[in-house]
T-cell receptor, first 116, second 113 residues
Framework: GAVVSQHPSWVICKSGTSVKIECRSL??????MFWYRQFPKQSLMLMAT?????????EQGVEKDKFLINHASLTLSTLTVTSAHPEDSSFYIC????????????FGPGTRLTVL | GQQLNQSPQSMFIQEGEDVSMNCTSS?????WLWYKQDPGEGPVLLIA?????ELTSNGRLTAQFGITRKDSFLNISASIPSDVGIYFC?????????????FGKGTRLHILP
């Protein structure tokens, strides 16, 4: 299957700072990537769809000015959590559709964000 | 909106037992996906189903795409300790490879010592 990486795997930051998370497709190109957030013992909640060369599409209730998404190339999407607060602490996971014709998605290993 | 109802929410079993979990929806899906998530990691695709009635196996795992397109089940035979984790069903909201997918709430599998 397709390989998706994320960096960093975990990050701890102070309240009010911004944090950038990278998502890369390692052996394929992805014009679309997806960003999810997962709170403890809950399912994955889609935050936004990242589109290469155009603006991201955000799900209802997700603040686009707080969660900045940039899909600068066919293998890289970044999520920046701006002015992070403790309630933003969560597990952030990205995914990308595989290179076949079917609509499976392949997930990165996730980034654990802790805001103090 | 579309939802996936996954059951059971959690299971406590003995090693060696078989496991069955299912996923239902009020809407039709053209693809059913089953993922497993280990603690602190991203979900890993286990089985993908593309045709109504399709039965697919991956080792000890077997999944079926319901004939009505509104349900799917996943079976695990002869469970082992590494089967512990959260199993999610998921379905794409459209028919294209770039469409977003929605997830069920997961089935947490525990194996009793």
């Amino acid at each position: 299957g397709a390989v998706v990486s994320q960096h960093p795997s975990w990050v701890i930051c102070k309240s009010g700072t911004s944090v950038k998370i990278e998502c890369r497709s390692l052996d394929f190109q992805a014009t679309t990537m997806f960003w999810y957030r997962q709170f403890p013992k809950q399912s994955l909640m889609l935050m936004a769809t990242s589109n290469e060369g155009s603006k991201a599409t955000y799900e209802q209730g997700v603040e686009k000015d707080k969660f900045l998404i940039n899909h600068a190339s066919l293998t890289l999407s970044t999520l920046t959590v701006t002015s992070a607060h403790p309630e933003d602490s969560s597990f952030y996971i990205c995914s990308a559709p595989g290179f076949g014709s079917y609509n499976e998605q392949f997930f990165g290993p996730g980034t654990r964000l802790t805001v103090l | 909106g579309q939802q996936l109802n996954q059951s059971p929410q959690s299971m406590f079993i003995q090693e060696g037992e078989d496991v069955s979990m299912n996923c239902t929806s009020s809407s039709i899906f053209n693809t059913w996906l089953w993922y497993k998530q280990d603690p602190g990691e991203g979900p890993v695709l286990l089985i993908a189903l593309y045709k109504a009635g399709e039965l697919t196996s991956n080792g000890r795992l077997t999944a079926q795409f319901g004939i009505t397109r509104k349900d799917s089940f996943l079976n695990i035979s002869a469970s082992i300790p590494s089967d512990v984790g959260i199993y999610f069903c998921a379905g794409p909201l459209g028919g294209f490879r770039d469409d977003k997918i929605i997830f069920g709430k997961g089935t947490r599998l525990h194996i009793l010592p």
